[in-house]
């Protein structure tokens, strides 16, 4: 499907992403702000899918807003909390309503958010849901049967260039790329040499790559996801520069490293574009860009 | 096989004998003496409980296997004590406590959960090896099963919380696809990883599942 996304995609200009987070509740004013601050900023924006497991207003709702504002959507769908039947409805309506590239997870576990008593489905995996959609494409639906109108969907996955061990992690990915994905963007990534290594490999494959930039907010933030969130390393040079830095200063510090990230992986073409997460921060997203020189 | 079971909290127990004053136990030889949870100790430790609750235990028994045709022998040699109490309070698996109630029209309180099909690994260590899902992908998984070993019964490779090896939901717990992983590499067949797995059939066999082995 050729999207507003997919066209930046393949102009071969540097693409940019960003994440915009639903809130809990139905006060969506924030999340208004935050796509009215993004919209023309970015190629498009993910709206993320109930994140860490932990019940919001939903990605589809979010997605709308983007389209009602003049953003361009990513639906971010996750395979935690619906079986084929209600993953492949949503992907009808998504069609019907201009909403038309899909990222597809399988999700985080049930236990880490909360509602930790929930039933995780997981009825499909990211894989097959790329391959449900690739299916909705031809007119059929899961179960074999002729649709009344197909779709077409811009569809991308994630990977994990620092996971540790990364050979299955590979394996998954090269799957995703044989299952239907266009794009990837990627956890988050800090140390740019090991990202330079698994671009080498990723180049091999006919996939857009958007590298992961997950802002920095102090040391302590840079150590804790270090030590506990999967795929995640911040190299210790770069804590030591959070710590460095002023009182108060670390925000500051953490936007310049990502602007300089960005800049980086841009003046080298190192990959296709960024995927930038500020994680409840939306709002300093235009600051690391302008300080990426974007 | 082995049910693995563990005892219902006694709050839990005593909240569903409200109003049953006299009471029948019923152990099991097999499953829940191994994970001393329903064997003779459990169920005289339970008689004490009750009585202290001020409930007339009838009487009890520890039936050997009480999932097998013996346990119709078992409720008839007990005949007099059962018919003597107001319900049964049956401390096997769920696989004892409904062969107890098809002989029976008293109320039939389970004195357990049962949890899962296992192994013991090391002593008083069970771990469930199989969600008898009807559909075995152990010959492609190097004999891992990840419909149990994955929490998300993942069936195309790892997803992106696996960390260093272990899962997202319990950093003791191994990745299953990190073990299936290696053990397939061991094995020179990382081809099988590489297969695209369809969506898993979950109505191999409708629930409820029954089967006529002829």
Same mark, same amino acid.
């Given at each position: ?23 809990? =509740? ?71 309503? =201009? ?67 990364? $050979? ?14 266009? !794009? ?10 090991? !990202? ?34 999967? =795929? ?8 030591? $520069? ?39 921060? $939306? ?7 302008? $300080?990426?020189?974007? | 096989? @082995? ?10 127990? @005593? ?35 009750? *009585? ?120 003791? &717990? ?7 992983? *290696? ?12 297969? *695209? *797995?369809?969506? &898993? ?14």
């Amino acid at each position: 499907m050729v999207t507003k996304f997919k066209e930046a995609l393949n102009s071969g200009k540097f693409v940019v992403t960003s994440e915009i987070g639903p809130p809990k =509740g139905t006060n969506i004013e924030n999340m208004l702000h935050h796509i009215d601050l993004l919209k023309d900023k970015v190629d498009a924006m993910n709206v993320t899918d109930h994140q860490s497991s932990v019940m919001r207003f939903p990605s589809i709702g979010g997605c709308l807003s983007v389209r009602e504002r003049g953003g361009e959507p990513i639906l971010q769908m996750t395979c935690r909390d619906r079986n084929r039947l209600a993953l492949q409805a949503e992907l009808l309506f998504a069609y019907t309503r =201009g909403v038309r590239n899909v990222l597809c997870l399988t999700g985080d576990a049930v236990p880490v958010g909360d509602h930790k008593e929930a039933k995780g489905v997981f009825d499909l995996d990211s894989s097959q849901l790329l391959r449900a959609i690739r299916q909705l494409e031809s007119g059929k639906d899961l179960g074999g049967n002729d649709l009344d109108g197909a779709v077409e969907f811009c569809a991308g996955a994630i990977v994990t260039p620092e996971a540790n061990p990364i $050979e299955p992690q590979l394996i998954k990915f090269e799957k995703k790329v044989e299952a239907g994905a266009e !794009f990837f963007q990627t956890q988050a990534i800090y140390d740019l040499d090991n !990202f330079a290594k698994f671009m080498k490999y990723a180049r091999k494959f006919p996939v857009k790559i958007l590298a992961g930039i997950v802002l920095l907010t102090s040391a302590r933030m840079a150590k804790y996801m270090t030590d506990n969130v999967p =795929g995640i390393f911040v190299p210790q040079n770069l804590i030591d $520069e959070l710590a460095a830095a002023p009182k108060g200063e670390a925000l500051k510090k953490g936007i310049e490293i990502a602007g300089r990230m960005i800049a980086a992986l841009k003046k080298d073409s190192v990959c296709d574009g960024v995927h930038v997460m500020a994680i409840g921060k $939306e709002e300093v997203v235009p600051e690391i860009l302008a $300080e990426a020189g974007l | 096989m @082995k049910s693995i079971t563990k005892q219902k909290p006694f709050e839990e127990t @005593k909240g569903q004998l409200d109003g049953l004053d006299r009471v029948f136990i019923i152990g099991c030889g097999t499953c829940t003496t191994m994970t001393k949870t329903g064997g003779r100790d459990e169920v005289l430790a339970m008689k004490e409980k009750l *009585q202290e609750l001020g409930k007339i235990v009838t009487g009890w028994t520890v039936i050997p296997t009480a999932c097998d045709e013996m346990t119709e022998v078992a409720v008839k040699e007990n005949n007099e004590a059962i018919g003597n109490s107001g319900c049964l309070l049956v401390m096997s698996c769920a696989l004892g406590v409904h062969k107890v109630s098809s002989y029976l029209d008293k109320p039939v309180i389970p004195g357990v959960d049962t949890l899962f099909i296992g192994l013991e690994d090391e002593p008083g260590n069970f771990h469930e090896v199989c969600a008898q899902c009807g559909q075995c992908v152990l010959g492609e998984t190097a004999g891992i099963c990840p419909i149990t070993a994955c929490h998300k019964g993942l069936v195309n490779g790892p997803c992106g919380g696996t960390n260093r090896g272990k899962c997202e939901v319990d950093k003791e &717990k191994d990745c299953a696809w990190t073990l299936i992983y *290696q053990r397939l590499n061991a094995q020179g067949r990382l081809e099988l990883m590489r297969k *695209q *797995q369809p969506p &898993k059939n979950f109505q191999a066999a409708p629930r409820p599942r029954t089967v006529k082995i002829v």
